[in-house]
C-alpha cells in the first residue's frame, strides 16, 4: 500500500481487510480503526531463513506486524523519512534504517564482499554498518528514515555515481557497487573519516543520498 507522507518526518499508511505491513518497533505514532501489532519473528515476508540470515548478519532489527483495518502515522526518532516505490527490482538498506514496508514485499539479506570483493567488506567496516545489508524485493512501498533531507540520483549506464559512504542510505536496480579512492595508501592511514573513500555505484538505477555523515 502506498504512504502518504503527512510532513518530512511523519508518513500514514492505510490498511484492508487481508493486507499487511511490517515497521520498526517503536515506529507506531497513532492509528485509527481496528489495527493489531504483534512481534515479528519470522523474518518478515522471507520466512525462517529470512530470520536466520538477519541474525547471521546482525541486521536483527526487531519488526512488527501491522494488520487489520484503518491508518496508522508512522515516525522514529524525528528522523527525515523517505518513502520509495519498487516496481519489482530490489531495494538495498541497512536494517535500522527501515522505518515501514509492504507485507508483500520479499525480505533477504546480501553480503556485501559480492559486490566488489574484498573492497565491499572494507565497505562495511568504512560505514561501520556491517558486512551484511537487507533487501526488498517486489512491488510496493518502503519508509525509509535519514538524517536531514534525501536526494534521489539517477545511475546510468556507462556513468558511475560516487557518494561519500556515511551519506549513503539505499539504492535500487541492477547496481553494482565497489570503494574506491584518489588517494594514495599512505595517504589513507590514519584516517578515521569515510571521506578517505568513496562509494562507486554503476549500472543502472538510483541512489538516495542523506544531507548528513550521522549513521543513525
Same mark, same amino acid.
Given at each position: ?27 507506531? #505514532? *497513532?492509528?485509527? $480503526? ?8 519470522? %523474518?518478515? @515476508? !522471507? &520466512?525462517? =531463513?529470512? +530470520? ?46 527501515? #522505518? *515501514?514496508?509492504? $507485507? ?8 556485501? %564482499?559480492? @559486490? !566488489? &570483493?574484498? =573492497?565491499? +567488506? ?47 542510505? *539505499?539504492?535500487? $536496480? ?31 538505477g538510483a541512489v538516495y543520498v542523506q544531507a548528513s555523515e550521522e549513521k543513525l
Amino acid at each position: 500500500m502506498p504512504f502518504r507522507e503527512i510532513n518530512s518526518k511523519m508518513v500514514e499508511a492505510t490498511l484492508g481487510p487481508g493486507q499487511k505491513m511490517f515497521s520498526q518497533r517503536g515506529a507506531m #505514532l *497513532a492509528y485509527r $480503526g481496528e489495527v493489531s501489532f504483534t512481534p515479528n519473528m519470522q %523474518g518478515g @515476508q !522471507g &520466512g525462517l =531463513m529470512s +530470520m536466520i540470515g538477519r541474525r547471521v548478519a546482525n541486521e536483527a532489527t526487531p519488526l512488527m506486524t501491522v494488520e487489520g483495518n484503518g491508518t496508522v502515522m508512522f515516525g522514529h526518532g524525528g528522523h527525515h523519512i523517505q518513502v520509495i516505490q519498487l516496481t519489482g527490482d530490489t531495494l538495498y538498506v541497512e536494517a535500522d534504517r527501515l #522505518l *515501514a514496508f509492504d $507485507g508483500t514485499l520479499q525480505q533477504g539479506t546480501m553480503f556485501m %564482499g559480492s @559486490q !566488489g &570483493g574484498v =573492497m565491499g +567488506m572494507v565497505r562495511g567496516q568504512v560505514t561501520g554498518q556491517g558486512l551484511f545489508t537487507t533487501t526488498l524485493k517486489g512491488h510496493g512501498a518502503v519508509a525509509v528514515m535519514a538524517h536531514g533531507g534525501v536526494i534521489e540520483l539517477p545511475i546510468i549506464p556507462g556513468r558511475a555515481v560516487h557518494v561519500d559512504p556515511q551519506a549513503y542510505v *539505499a539504492h535500487h $536496480g541492477d547496481v553494482r557497487n565497489k570503494l574506491s579512492t584518489a588517494l594514495g595508501w599512505r595517504d589513507m592511514v590514519g584516517r578515521g573519516s569515510g571521506e578517505a573513500f568513496q562509494l562507486e555505484l554503476s549500472g543502472s538505477g538510483a541512489v538516495y543520498v542523506q544531507a548528513s555523515e550521522e549513521k543513525l
